[in-house]
């Protein structure tokens, strides 16, 4: 292989600048030119292509964010989107793809690789919701930050005795919501994934005020329902007098965890090696702390299942 194409695509995520830094540096190391594609596949299509050099990757590796921009680009769903995208590989003389994303994304490269370009999906986004990765790059960095956020809630909220609803990202997954809520003493935790009654948490709060407990702290997952609706529900059973805080988008931004930035270096120097060896259509994990990968047909034919111990675990601390 002679010249290598990276992109990042879908919701941003800390983590994925050094992932591109990897993919460069790893691609420049083995001989291998390396193209960086703006904007994701909007970018690919349009041929927003340059070629990248070690400083061009250089100083970002602390960043949050991407430096090739993201983007969502529908019309890749589409076999002309598509095409037109293999025409401006085939004008760069670019044999294959890093794309750096989530599920979307690796749909996407699959469609190349089934039109003769192998692609190789690295995960990166904050809801650590793809299969066969025990964590996707920018996950560590998101919770920290929600850990941070949930720290000084607690002030305000021990100060005037006061329940707090938190609503954290995650799409679908209740990843962010439970190492969060259990690294944040959450006395709840609210994810798809596991039923919940209101009224029992409503008693849990009054029995845990009469033992002397006078302020809450709940941590709900956005793929559940909103903090409004949830409080609104709260309310129906007493008097909480109840607050909701949705982190938003601060959860996408800062700095990467260096957990974050080590993930993504493994993950982004095994993908070149692995397209180098001549693989396409596949997407890479990490699994027991080992770098693995599996075809993404697989991927897209499991679900993502969260830690639900860690559900367990804060039931039985935060009583
Ligand atoms: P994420 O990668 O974070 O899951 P999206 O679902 O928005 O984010 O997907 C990112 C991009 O991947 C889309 O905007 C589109 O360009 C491309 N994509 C998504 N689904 C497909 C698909 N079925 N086939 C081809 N490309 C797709």
Same mark, same amino acid.
């Given at each position: 292989m002679k010249r290598l194409g990276v992109m990042t695509s879908g919701g941003d995520a800390p983590g994925m600048n050094a992932a591109i830094r990897a993919v460069t540096r790893r691609a420049l190391s083995l001989g291998i030119e390396v193209y960086g594609i703006n904007y994701g596949y909007a970018g690919l299509v349009a041929g927003d292509i340059f070629k990248m050099e070690r400083s061009d990757v250089g100083d970002i590796i602390n960043r949050g964010g991407t430096m090739l921009y993201s983007a969502r680009y529908p019309e890749f769903a589409q076999k002309e989107g598509q095409l037109k995208g293999i025409e401006q590989l085939n004008k760069f003389g670019i044999e294959a793809l890093v794309v750096i994303g989530g599920d979307g994304s690796y749909h996407g490269a699959l469609r190349l690789t089934e039109h003769g370009y192998n692609a190789v999906g690295l995960p990166g @986004? &904050? =809801?650590? =919701? &793809?299969?066969? @990765? =025990?964590y996707t790059i920018g996950f560590d960095t998101a919770v920290n930050t929600v850990v941070e956020s949930i720290d000084k809630i607690r002030d305000t909220a021990a100060s005037h005795e006061r329940t707090f609803v938190i609503e954290v990202m995650g799409r679908g997954a209740g990843d962010i919501a439970l190492w969060a809520g259990v690294a944040g003493g959450a006395d709840e935790i609210i994810v798809p994934e596991k039923e919940f009654n209101i009224e029992k948490i409503a008693q849990n709060i009054q029995d845990l005020r009469a033992r002397g407990k006078k302020h809450t702290i709940i941590v709900l997952a956005e793929g559940v329902m909103h903090a409004d609706e949830f409080m609104e529900q709260l309310e129906q059973y007493g008097d909480f007098d109840a607050r909701g805080t949705v982190l938003g988008h601060v959860q996408r931004g800062g700095s990467p965890s260096a957990k974050d930035r080590v993930l993504a270096s493994k993950m982004g120097a095994y993908a070149v090696d692995l397209l180098n060896e001549g693989h396409g259509g596949i997407a890479i994990g990490t699994e027991n702390n080992k770098l693995t990968y599996h075809g993404m047909l697989d991927l897209f034919d499991s679900k993502h299942k969260p830690d639900l111990s860690l559900y367990d675990i804060n039931k039985s601390l935060a009583k």
């Open positions: @986004t &904050i =809801d650590n =919701d &793809i299969p066969y @990765t =025990d």
